[in-house]
């Protein structure tokens, strides 16, 4: 079931928290086009032809197709859907069985279907997972297109999944030390705390049977609730990955990378929607003013980000902020 989840495109989340699973935000943006004016460089006496037709599909495929093409190793590009945990109970698509979890993955036509008419619960993101340092770090982009009105309206955000917590790599750092060190080490642990966990262990037995017996109830009470049609979530809450993240980037290489990821994304995304406008004849003129002010609040956040704040961790965090980047809410 893990594994599936792991390769699945169907992501059903808690809260408000859509993005269960990547990390932190850093940065996120939008920007609005309106696409029913022809290029003036393609008028014909004087005329500017009308922009070809296109749907939100189009958009995502042709994000997708230039994505695929960045080059970094282990990349990874999809469609994902990600729907409300509260709004799936009559979903035979998403939820199967009602008292058994959701599914990993939806049908290609669900997945059309919700990128063409996107409702308020569910949502179609095209994702960029791009990991690196055997998985200490994940940058991940998210973006989708909404045409609709003559208007184009495209959003992104970058999350990130720093390096798991130092406690969780000591055991690295015992391996480089001579073997009687660690034998010394192991046996003064072991005598400091046998008598601790001895005398303590008939407390920890009879928390571990509070405890199975409080989810048992838990378990009951969470039936009970859906078979009476009472509102109940189904959806994931922190990760693992999530809860044992740090916020040391533990080295300067790995924190440039990070940059790195994110830039090279970013313009390769805004790139990618210029060209498929032009292609569909589309006035670019508003995206050239936008694009511009985008790219220079996030060349000067990050420039302060890895610059003048070294071995800092700005704008990461649940209560993070930086210049040119707004607080984040989720």
């Not at 990128?115 to 993101?125: E, G, I, K």
């Not at 015992?174 to 072991?190: E, G």
């Not at 189904?234 to 980037?249: H, K, L, Q, T, V």
Request: hydrophobic share 40%.
């Amino acid at each position: 079931m893990v594994s599936k989840r792991r390769t699945g495109n169907l992501v059903v989340f808690e809260g408000n928290v859509a993005f269960v699973g990547s990390g932190d935000r850093l940065s996120k943006e939008h920007l609005v086009i309106d696409v029913s004016r022809g290029r003036a460089e393609a008028s014909k006496n004087g005329k500017s032809p009308k922009p070809s037709r296109f749907t939100n599909q189009d958009v995502h495929a042709a994000i997708i197709s230039a994505m695929e093409k960045i080059g970094l190793a282990d990349l990874r590009v999809e469609e994902r859907l990600f729907v409300n945990g509260k709004h799936i109970k009559d979903n035979g698509a998403v939820l199967p069985r009602t008292k058994e979890p959701p599914s990993a993955s939806v049908s290609p036509e669900v997945l059309q279907e919700a990128v063409l008419h996107p409702t308020p619960d569910a949502r179609v993101y095209v994702c960029v997972e791009m990991p690196s340092w055997q998985g200490q770090l994940v940058v991940t982009l998210f973006t989708r297109a909404v045409h609709v009105g003559g208007s184009l309206y495209i959003e992104w955000r970058f999350h990130v999944l720093p390096p798991v917590r130092s406690n969780f790599q000591y055991i690295d750092n015992r391996w480089c030390q001579p073997r009687k060190r660690i034998i010394a080490h192991v046996c003064r642990s072991s005598v400091r705390r046998t008598g601790l966990a001895l005398f303590g262990a008939p407390v920890r037995m009879w928390m571990d049977h509070r405890y199975a017996s409080f989810m048992r109830k838990y378990e009951r009470d969470q039936a009970y609730a859906i078979d009476h049609g009472q509102v109940f979530d189904y959806g994931a809450a922190r990760s693992i990955r999530e809860d044992a993240s740090g916020f040391a980037r533990q080295h300067y290489f790995l924190g440039r990378d990070e940059t790195m990821f994110v830039l090279l994304a970013q313009e390769k995304l805004i790139r990618a929607i210029s060209v498929f406008l032009q292609k569909k004849n589309v006035d670019t003129g508003q995206l050239k003013t936008q694009v511009e002010v985008i790219v220079k609040e996030t060349n000067k956040f990050f420039s302060v980000h890895l610059g003048d704040v070294s071995n800092s961790n700005v704008a990461i965090g649940k209560k993070a902020q930086a210049s040119g980047v707004p607080p984040r809410e989720d």
